[in-house]
């Protein structure tokens, strides 16, 4: 898997295409196959450094997807299993990656 992420605060120089593996999910958790991701400007003004980074460098850009449900951690309950699905990042969470 690979993330585009922001090494630090700056212009597109900064951004890198960072390979990473993901041997398990919490159980919290649920992992989604991104088909589709949308950058927009609060993740522009994160990368030049506007608003203050929620951790300190790597930041993956991307504020909503679309893909599909991969794997569900144990205790996630209620959820209606569909194709495709759209997720929207509250500003300070980051788990945006694509396969």
Do not use: C
């Not at 922001?6 to 398990?24: C, H, M, N, R, Y």
């Not at 989604?32 to 950058?39: A, E, L, Q, R």
């Amino acid at each position: 898997m690979y993330s585009i992420v922001a090494t630090q605060p700056g212009d597109i120089s900064v951004l890198q295409k960072k390979e990473f593996e993901i041997s398990e999910i919490l159980p919290n958790q649920v992992l989604i196959k991104n088909h589709s991701i949308g950058v927009n400007f609060i993740d522009i003004y994160f990368r030049k450094g506007l608003y203050p980074w929620p951790q300190e460098n790597n930041l993956v850009l991307g504020s909503e997807g679309a893909g599909i449900i991969e794997a569900v951690g144990s205790d996630v309950v209620n959820y209606v299993l569909v194709i495709v699905l759209l997720t929207l990042r509250p500003i300070m969470l980051m788990p945006h990656t694509e396969f």
